[in-house]
């Protein structure tokens, strides 16, 4: 959706308000420069009527002693205007890129769904810096020239009424163009930088995922890909800047007709005596003024309509409406939390599949201390439910409440601090191994850290790492094993110290051997703590409170192994499949 120029306009002011001391001092140096530079035309003429012409040495001297007055005092006023400018230009980026990311950092999982993470970055990068530049120079630059323009045509009006009026015929011829080539070059500089993005957006995925790229030998495709996006860029950037192009000569050659026949006027005044040299040198020069300042805002215009694209975009970031939210007056758990999680008639589908619930009337309760285990075919719908349960996506119908308060009606926030999740795919952050451990408490000791790693079996292999625990594990962790990202996870949740605890195949990635151990402290964890844990291997889900079967979005059945075998067909295939397995058969005597 297009924004009218207006509404950006505006929008885009209310980041500069907060900064109204600085913009006083900016204009107040911008005034001062292009008055200095208007009344320095003054000294010329004086320097040419009373100096040259007159031949008198004494007020050549004075009018010389003035000029460089004047132009040390224009010296100091442009470091002030430059200086404060600029100053508001680094503000006002810095202030949009903290707005824009604090912004999305909470919007709902769902709005990245169709908003591509490297589009995003994009915004915040290259956009910003283009604001960057308009506010930070390409602004001042408009208002000075604004400025020496209205100011150098008064001054051309005082000087010489008759030649001006060849001027003011100009302007609206001027105008036009700007006017219109400049809307063209918004338009195109949005799409401009959409393809940028889309470039970016490209290099961020092949990057990431650069072991599978290199395995499949997909690199050719990326390449060719790539190139079409940046070659798309290219062309619309061309399209930009050949409408600038025709914006820039229409001006120049409309200015410099004027400047020819205003010359070609004032000459034959002067050749008569009805004007002094010093008088048309003046003239000349305001003229030059003027026209060089309808020359650089032409220029200039199409920056800021650039800029008008870069911050439609940005808007549309910082306007994209979050759908998790906690409502005007959110209620709180009481003093004492217990961790009763109710599940009634919840029925979910996924934004983009509308018509195929994930989830289909669910109802279960997992009363506080109780651990429950959801067991299923791949899809069944067991990790949406933990986005649910975590409020990531709100049910179409039905309720999901803790301790008796529906979450909708609690803040996102104050819910999750009592849950913490061990997913299906582990995440790291670049950082080391106690950044990452201590990711939901940053407050906790070492001692703490070790603690937690300990009862996750992780200690052993971060012992062994080369930094031990300073050890940075790279981009999303990529210099540790699954197994070992999964371990750090769980000591991460251990650390958390939760009363609802959320394990996604948990253990999935460790040997036989680790996965007991962890196994083990898991159990000590799930003691007293609401749990639910999703396992394909049913061995190691045998010590919990109550097994409930999911498929295809429904719950099938609930009960204890024994009883599942017997009740649960579906179950019971899953059991035998896997426990006819001699390597596991020990565990099957050991189940409930
Ligand atoms: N973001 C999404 N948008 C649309 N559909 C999704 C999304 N995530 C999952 N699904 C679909 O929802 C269904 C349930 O997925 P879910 O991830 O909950 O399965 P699961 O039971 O955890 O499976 P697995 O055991 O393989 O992890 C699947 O059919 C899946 O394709
Ligand atoms: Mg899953």
Redesign the pocket.
């Known amino acids: 959706m297009q924004q009218s120029s207006s509404t950006i306009l505006r929008k885009s002011l209310a980041f500069l308000t907060p900064y109204t001391k600085q913009i006083v001092i900016a204009s107040i140096a911008l005034v001062f420069t292009a008055g200095l530079t208007l009344g320095l035309v003054q000294y010329v003429r004086v320097i040419v009527d009373k100096g040259f012409v007159a031949g008198s040495t004494e007020s050549l001297n004075g009018a010389i002693l003035g000029f460089v007055i004047v132009a040390l005092l224009q010296a100091a006023g442009t470091f002030a205007r430059f200086y404060w400018v600029s100053w508001l230009g680094e503000r006002v980026t810095a202030d949009i890129r903290k707005a824009v990311y604090s912004h999305i950092i909470d919007l709902h999982p769902?709005y990245f769904?169709d908003n591509l993470s490297g589009e995003i970055q994009s915004r915040i990068t290259t956009d910003t810096t283009l604001i960057q530049s308009v506010v930070g120079s390409s602004a001042s630059i408009a208002l000075r020239n604004l400025l020496m323009m209205v100011g150098g045509t008064i001054f051309l009006f005082i000087t010489n009424p008759k030649l001006t009026s060849v001027v003011l015929i100009c302007i609206p011829l001027v105008i036009g163009p700007i006017l219109y080539f400049g809307r063209k070059v918004r338009k195109l500089s949005r799409s401009s930088q959409d393809e940028i993005a889309n470039v970016g957006a490209y290099v961020g995925e092949s990057i990431q995922q650069i072991k599978t790229v290199q395995a499949y030998n997909h690199q050719g495709h990326d390449d060719a890909q790539f190139s079409r996006h940046v070659e798309t860029a290219f062309k619309v950037a061309l399209n930009r800047i050949l409408m600038r192009s025709f914006l820039i000569t229409v001006v120049m050659t409309l200015v410099f007709g004027a400047l020819a026949v205003m010359i070609w006027v004032g000459g034959q005044d002067v050749i008569n005596g009805v004007m002094s040299a010093g008088e048309l040198t003046a003239f000349v020069a305001y003229a030059v003024l003027v026209a060089s300042a309808v020359g650089a805002i032409s220029q200039v215009i199409s920056e800021l309509q650039r800029a008008a694209g870069a911050m439609e975009r940005l808007m549309e970031l910082l306007e994209a409406e979050n759908e998790i939210v906690a409502p005007a007056n959110p209620r709180h758990f009481e003093a004492e939390f217990k961790g009763t999680l109710e599940l009634k008639d919840l029925t979910f589908s996924?934004?983009?599949?509308p018509d195929?619930p994930?989830l289909n009337s669910i109802s279960l309760l997992v009363k506080p201390g109780e651990s429950v285990a959801l067991v299923?075919?791949?899809?069944?719908?067991?990790?949406?439910?933990f986005?649910l349960v975590l409020r990531f996506y709100d049910p179409q119908s039905g309720s999901l409440s803790l301790d008796g308060i529906n979450i909708r009606e609690l803040d996102p926030k104050e819910l999750r601090r009592h849950i913490a999740i061990v997913s299906?795919q582990p995440t790291m952050f670049t950082g080391n191994v106690w950044e990452n451990i201590r990711y939901g408490r940053p407050d906790a000791s070492d001692a703490e850290v070790r603690a937690a790693a300990e009862s996750a079996f992780a200690n052993e292999f971060i012992e062994k790492l080369p930094q031990g625990y300073d050890s940075y594990l790279g981009e999303s962790g990529i210099r540790v094993s699954g197994g070992q990202k999964q371990r750090i996870a769980i000591a991460r949740a251990i650390l958390k110290d939760p009363e609802i605890l959320l394990l996604?195949?948990a253990t999935s990635a460790l040997d036989a051997e680790s996965e007991r151990k962890v196994q083990l402290a898991l159990e000590k964890l799930m003691k007293n703590r609401t749990s639910l844990v999703?396992a394909?291997r049913l061995g190691t889900v045998k010590n919990v409170d109550r097994i409930a079967v999911?498929e295809l979005?429904h719950l099938i059945a609930q009960g204890s192994h024994a009883e599942l075998m017997k009740t649960c067909e579906l179950y019971a295939n899953l059991a035998n499949l896997q426990f006819n397995d001699s390597a596991v058969s020990d565990i099957k005597q050991a189940l409930p």
Do not use: F, W
Not at 350 to 353: I, L
Not at 376 to 385: D, Q, V
């Open positions: 769902g769904e996924y934004p983009s599949r195929t994930a299923g075919p791949s899809g069944a719908g067991k990790s949406t439910l986005d299906q996604d195949e999703i394909h999911l979005g």
